[in-house]
């Protein structure tokens, strides 16, 4: 049979339980997981043994559970709705499945199959809203791990969404069939009521489905300020993820890798706004007119950011023109390029007894006539982060050098930092300008300095003293040619 037209061996369907008994027959680990997984819901557990385990115990003290203490008997199932046989013993197993059925009762018996009137799914749960998962014959793993995909791809507030929903259907079905009744609903899960919920502001949610409701206008325009991370698609946030699920357009920057872009909706529009040295598609006051135009024709944004948005990404920029549009924006924070780069190094960013701050700049904060007041938190020991400093290395060394940081602190170097493309480069503050002369790193470089990062891990990185050692010698072998 093709894929097309495959039946499934077990229909899946939901089962009323509310204030009905589920049985439970065992007392070890097989009944505590069936019982845990039961407490989901709105049923009255009732767990037979007498030999029930510490841990199922404290269970049924803290739920409440019934517990028949005593030896199992078929007068135990009575009155049940749903039965389930999880003893841990065949034999056992066998006569309470055989003594279910002859009552008219469901039964599960837990790893035997041949036993079962119906199989428990893995279960995604947002209360009202459930997701069950069954996977046949390919085994509790395989849905265990669909479970937690779909998981992490529903937002917890989804559950809140829903009861919101529930409460407006009513006026909903007084709105005119068709287009408007469907604008509302849409609206309503991806709109303002969907962004107050999850934000936890359960009255300003229900304030603006009344609004939506009264207006029946189109939803205004929303901008969501978007870390992307530093590259690796599986560092992006469970809250960026699903943004991108719900952008209608997509505006993003150089830095930001293909594969997480297309992590969006599949008819998202995409924009690319990239800026990188001395190439910019867009200026920043270009991007901020696109943002404002986008979010008064109604649609929802991801303004997609490399690292986070909060850090040299211009976010403050981009807020502020939204602001003075009146258009509704909010920030998803996302892994900055240090983060990034310490844990490809396993470097402690802070240590106890060596640094106890930290410190995030641009190289080309060190190109001024001054030194910047951080400086002196490098000379006492902080950590620094240098974003965007491979073309100014030379220049960063000499300044933090002529300031007072020893030559022989520690620098650790990472192109691409999260990527499987990642290159790593150790040394001190001395080679650091060797940096420059390497047009061979052509993605972005983050290079941190301090005494905590000889804590490092150097296993899988490169000296820079081959690189200074190698370029002096090309000078000088340039200067025989000339």
């Given at each position: 049979m093709s894929e097309a037209n495959a039946k499934l061996n077990a229909f899946p369907v939901f089962m009323r339980v509310e204030g009905e008994a589920v049985a439970i027959v065992g007392g070890g680990e097989e009944a505590l997981a069936k019982a845990r997984l039961l407490d989901q819901s709105s049923a009255v557990l009732r767990i037979i043994t007498d030999a029930a385990e510490a841990e199922l115990l404290n269970f049924?003290?803290?739920?409440?559970?019934?517990?028949?203490?005593?030896?199992?008997?078929?007068?135990?199932?009575?009155?049940?709705?749903?039965?389930?046989?999880?003893?841990?013993?065949?034999?056992?197993?066998?006569?309470?499945?055989?003594?279910?059925?002859?009552?008219?009762?469901?039964?599960?018996?837990?790893?035997r199959?041949?036993?079962?009137?119906?199989?428990?799914?893995?279960?995604?749960?947002?209360?009202?809203?459930?997701?069950?998962?069954?996977?046949?014959?390919?085994?509790?793993?395989?849905?265990?791990?669909?479970r937690s995909r779909i998981d992490r791809m529903l937002s917890p507030s989804l559950g809140a969404l829903a009861t919101l929903a529930a409460s407006f259907r009513g006026a909903a079905e007084r709105l005119p069939k068709g287009n408007g009744r469907r604008r509302f609903w849409s609206d309503f899960f991806a709109g303002a009521p969907a962004r107050a919920v999850e934000a936890g502001e359960l009255s300003q949610a229900h304030d603006a489905a009344l609004d939506l409701l009264v207006s029946n206008a189109p939803a205004a325009g929303h901008i969501a300020l978007v870390g992307a991370g530093p590259g690796a698609e599986d560092l992006l946030t469970l809250r960026a993820h699903r943004f991108l699920m719900e952008a209608d357009v997509i505006v993003y920057d150089a830095l930001v890798p293909e594969a997480i872009v297309a992590m969006g909706r599949r008819d998202a529009e995409r924009l690319p706004v990239g800026k990188r040295k001395g190439c910019h598609s867009k200026s920043q006051t270009e991007i901020n007119a696109l943002l404002v135009e986008l979010g008064h024709a109604g649609k929802r944004v991801v303004r997609l950011k490399s690292g986070d948005p909060l850090v040299f990404g211009r976010a403050g920029e981009e807020m502020a023109a939204l602001r003075d549009a009146g258009i509704a924006y909010e920030v998803v924070p996302g892994v900055t390029a240090a983060f990034a780069a310490a844990a490809d190094f396993e470097l402690p960013l802070t240590l106890r007894g060596v640094s106890s701050s930290m410190v995030f700049t641009t190289g080309h904060d060190l190109k001024g006539n001054s030194l910047p007041d951080w400086a002196k938190l490098a000379i006492s020991g902080a950590t620094v982060a240098v974003y965007m400093g491979r073309s100014v290395a030379a220049e960063v060394a000499g300044r933090l050098i002529e300031a007072g940081l020893s030559p022989d602190t520690a620098v650790a170097v990472v192109e691409n930092a999260s990527l499987g493309n990642r290159r790593r480069f150790h040394g001190t503050l001395a080679d650091l300008p060797s940096l420059e002369a390497r047009a061979d790193l052509?993605?972005?470089?983050?290079?941190i300095i301090g005494d905590a990062v000889a804590g490092a891990n150097f296993e899988r990185s490169e000296p820079l003293a081959a690189h200074r050692h190698e370029g002096a010698a090309s000078t000088a072998a340039e200067g025989v040619e000339q």
């Open positions: 049924i003290a803290a739920t409440g559970a019934v517990h028949i203490d005593a030896a199992y008997d078929a007068a135990h199932l009575e009155g049940a709705t749903l039965v389930f046989a999880a003893s841990g013993e065949e034999a056992l197993d066998r006569r309470v499945a055989a003594d279910a059925r002859r009552l008219g009762i469901p039964v599960n018996a837990v790893d199959p041949e036993l079962c009137d119906f199989f428990t799914p893995a279960l995604v749960n947002r209360a009202p809203v459930a997701i069950a998962i069954g996977t046949e014959g390919a085994g509790p793993v395989l849905a265990q791990i669909l052509t993605g972005p470089v983050m290079t």
